[in-house]
């Protein structure tokens, strides 16, 4: 089967290649990828920035149909419409597992990270962690899956929005649009700030109905702060971009006794901040790290029942063996979601 993966440390390294299909283990489902969206944590990888077991065969966010099952799993047919959580492996007796926390287990190996991912004709995943589909989902949407559970772990799960909130969003990305748009589901105000490079995107999130953005390099952050909140900044920000910059700038515009929630993956580490804001100003610091089981279940409700239309964020669909230009689209800002679709 076809395969994009990972073959060496560093930059670049990534090749179609034909490797063998996987075959199921008793608690497993082979699952025939339909589409599979790129990830920042992808680029990441195409860049040598976040370490991945190599090699690997890439990409986490996918939907697609069971092709074959282990012969223990039961809750899956031939032919079901599935998605899957990241999460294949984990130690299963830490405190975090026994909370059903799998994204902080220690032992965890995740699809695309530490197992061989979903940019592939076949990917194989847990069936304990795979999704039924609703019939009306449709295809392209149940891609987006995954990103939205992380989205709605951040917002959900890490803290708590309130219709009367003021919340700014860094990162027009996939992800900051995506939790703009979830934020604004809620009633709340909502900003997404961007760089120059992101006026495409930060145009399409006008259009998705995110009324408030901003190019932070070419307009004044404290005067729109200072417009928005009357000078006291914002009740809660969301770094999704994973800019150094941007934390900074999160801890700088958040309110005093704010809370600023980082989801967005840093390309090195340590991040320099100003720890005298977080102290003075007694700013709630919150990590938020990818999904976890609840995560999902919450966004397939929230799918039915907030009526958002997330057609629009998917704005090219490439096939698999047209990745370098996918990735390229991906990275270069002039796409929002990129999917490859492996046939």
């Not at 830490?94 to 004709?121: D, I």
Request: aromatic content about 6%; charged content about 20%; overall charge negative.
């Amino acid at each position: 089967m076809k395969a994009l993966r990972k073959l060496s440390a560093g930059f670049g390294h990534v090749e179609l290649c034909n490797i063998d299909a996987p075959s199921p283990k008793c608690d497993e489902i082979i699952v025939k990828v339909v589409y599979s969206g790129i990830c920042g944590s992808d680029i990441h990888a195409l860049k040598g920035e976040y370490n991945k077991k190599i090699p690997l065969t890439l990409g986490h966010e996918f939907i697609g149909i069971v092709y074959e099952k282990g012969n223990k799993v039961t809750n899956f047919s031939i032919g079901d419409r599935v998605v899957s959580e990241t999460t294949y492996e984990v130690c299963e007796i830490c405190p975090h597992c026994l909370n059903k926390e799998f994204n902080l287990c220690s032992q965890r190996k995740g699809l695309g990270t530490q197992v061989n991912g979903s940019f592939a004709t076949f990917v194989s995943a847990k069936a304990d962690r795979c999704h039924h589909l609703p019939d009306a989902l449709p295809d392209e949407i149940a891609a987006l899956l995954e990103p939205l559970a992380c989205c709605i772990h951040a917002a959900m799960e890490k803290t708590t929005i309130k219709a009367t909130e003021k919340i700014a969003v860094f990162g027009p990305g996939p992800i900051g649009v995506l939790l703009a748009l979830v934020v604004k589901s809620f009633g709340a105000e909502v900003t997404l700030i961007g760089i120059t490079k992101d006026t495409h995107r930060l145009a399409k999130a006008q259009e998705l109905g995110i009324l408030h953005t901003i190019d932070s390099q070419t307009e004044d952050l404290s005067a729109l702060v200072n417009k928005t909140t009357n000078d006291l900044g914002f009740d809660q920000v969301f770094e999704c971009s994973g800019s150094p910059q941007a934390l900074q700038q999160a801890l700088e515009i958040v309110k005093k006794k704010g809370t600023v929630i980082q989801e967005g993956l840093f390309a090195k580490n340590p991040v320099p901040i100003d720890m005298s804001l977080l102290l003075n100003k007694e700013i709630q610091l919150i990590g938020s790290r990818t999904q976890k089981p609840s995560s999902w279940h919450k966004s397939l409700e929230w799918l039915e029942t907030s009526n958002v239309n997330l057609s629009p964020l998917i704005t090219k669909i490439l096939p698999l063996d047209q990745w370098e230009e996918a990735f390229k689209l991906a990275m270069n800002g002039e796409e929002l979601k990129v999917l490859l679709k492996p046939e």
